[in-house]
């Protein structure tokens, strides 16, 4: 692979295997399972493949996972019986609202619905609260995991200027707070770049670290890097393509052949966040199973 490719594959792996064996110390010493509740709402392909895969990362790494499949046209009441009834299922430590809900359901309500203490994706406003005020129960997964790829590249994340294209709930901004925390991992100085955000190309060439979630494929071309930049590509979209078997590749947000010709590091699509982010959703649930032995909230 050209050294300059990031292998998130490789990362998650090792996290991941770390993460196996902690559950078996677990599993054997103090007879806990963990446990994920997945909730699919409707048939969206692009949710179905990737709760496929987090299923199967579950199974890897020995958590119990259960996906409870809704029709698209459940109502708001449907949904929230289901959540309220596995906070209270003892066999599930955390939960997993899958984004995007149907347009008839209000995905903020429901979210918040979820315990805090099984909300291994850290959207309730608790713990995002939490991250906010620098007490992280649960951070969510994507921005974990591209926190985890800096630190196991020996990136210096301490002291660099990080721009961030993208401000959602989901990725942008709890990344940002991740990495202007105090301490390890933290201690950038941030930028975040969204729509209304002008000169984005002086912004991006001024960084040392760039990281695009934007949903736009090519929103950071090559002519917006320098030769030390490293590029961490968030998106994931997928382009019509009849020569796969499915139809269709992925793409990033990135322009991948004009960067790697310029910037230092840069993550490729597939194989880069992704792969980090299903990681770090198993540390979280994890996490969430040790505090049914002790709570150190
Ligand atoms: N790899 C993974 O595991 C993983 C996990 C989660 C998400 N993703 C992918 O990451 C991408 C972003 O996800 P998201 O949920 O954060 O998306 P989102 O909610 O649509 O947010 C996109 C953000 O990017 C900004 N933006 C869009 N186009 C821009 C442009 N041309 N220049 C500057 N800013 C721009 C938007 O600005 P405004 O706020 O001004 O609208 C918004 O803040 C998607 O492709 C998603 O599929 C990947």
Do not use: W
């Amino acid at each position: 692979m050209n050294k300059k490719i990031i292998d998130g594959k490789k990362i998650a792996l090792k996290v991941t295997s770390e993460i196996k064996d902690k559950i078996e110390i677990m599993s054997k010493g103090q007879n806990i399972v963990p446990g994920l509740a997945v909730i699919l709402i409707g048939e969206n392909p692009a949710s179905i493949s990737y709760v496929k895969g987090k299923e199967k990362a579950c199974k890897d790494v020995g958590i119990f996972t259960q996906t409870f499949n809704l029709d698209d046209s459940s109502s708001y009441d449907e949904v929230s019986k289901l959540i309220i009834s596995l906070n209270k299922d003892d066999r599930f430590h955390g939960i997993l609202l899958q984004l995007p809900l149907p347009q008839h359901l209000d995905s903020d309500k429901l979210i918040n619905l979820i315990n805090p203490k099984k909300d291994v994706d850290g959207l309730t406003s608790e713990n995002a609260g939490l991250l906010l005020l620098g007490k992280p129960r649960f951070v969510p997964a994507t921005p974990l995991g591209i926190q985890k790829i800096l630190l196991e590249e020996n990136i210096k994340i301490e002291g660099s200027k990080i721009l961030i294209i993208g401000r959602s709930n989901l990725v942008g901004l709890p990344l940002s707070i991740l990495l202007l925390q105090r301490g390890k991992g933290g201690n950038a100085t941030v930028t975040i770049a969204h729509t209304r955000t002008k000169n984005i190309e002086q912004l991006s060439l001024n960084a040392d670290i760039v990281i695009v979630a934007s949903g736009k494929p090519n929103t950071l071309s090559g002519k917006m890097v320098s030769k030390n930049s490293i590029v961490i590509d968030v998106g994931i979209s997928r382009l019509s393509d009849q020569t796969r078997k499915t139809g269709y590749r992925l793409i990033g947000d990135v322009n991948f052949d004009e960067v790697i010709n310029i910037a230092s590091k840069v993550t490729p699509v597939p194989g880069g966040v992704g792969p980090m982010t299903i990681a770090m959703l198993l540390n979280n649930v994890y996490l969430a199973a040790t505090f049914s032995q002790k709570r150190p909230f």
